[in-house]
């Protein structure tokens, strides 16, 4: 069993930045891909972000590419998701999630553990 909690989440205002932070515990963090979906009002869960077990490969969508960036730090059991340039589209629940295998996939069936969410809001 893994529990996650994300945190960081707020409001910010367009052109801004902000950090999350999902704090894991329970099983060994270290051996399974993690990843950061969102999900905004009336719309599907969408996936803005991954890494690999180990750190050394990251995952991002078109629509965050160049603008979001993912790490973890292993040895605090922690991963983040660093979001600068945002935009109101950019508004909605971010959640973090354990991969099923070593490394992140943008398909949410292939993560088993969710945590409860953070809500981000970009004001215009």
């Known amino acids: 069993q893994v529990q996650l909690v994300e945190s960081g989440g707020g409001l910010v205002q367009v052109g801004g930045s902000l950090s999350l932070s999902c704090a894991a515990s329970g099983r060994t963090l270290p051996l399974l891909g993690m990843g950061w979906f969102r999900q905004a009002p009336g719309k599907g869960r969408e996936f803005v972000g991954g890494?690999?077990?180990?750190?050394?490969?990251?995952y991002y969508p078109d629509s965050v590419k160049g603008r979001f960036t993912v790490s973890r730090d292993n040895t605090k059991n922690a991963l983040y998701l660093q979001m600068n340039n945002l935009k109101p589209e950019d508004t909605a629940v971010y959640y973090c999630?354990?991969?099923?295998?070593?490394?992140?996939?943008?398909?949410?069936?292939?993560?088993?553990?969710w945590g409860q969410g953070t809500q981000v809001t970009v004001s215009s």
């Open positions: 890494i690999n077990w180990i750190g050394t490969t990251t």
């Open positions: 999630a354990t991969s099923r295998n070593l490394v992140a996939s943008s398909k949410g069936d292939d993560y088993a553990y």
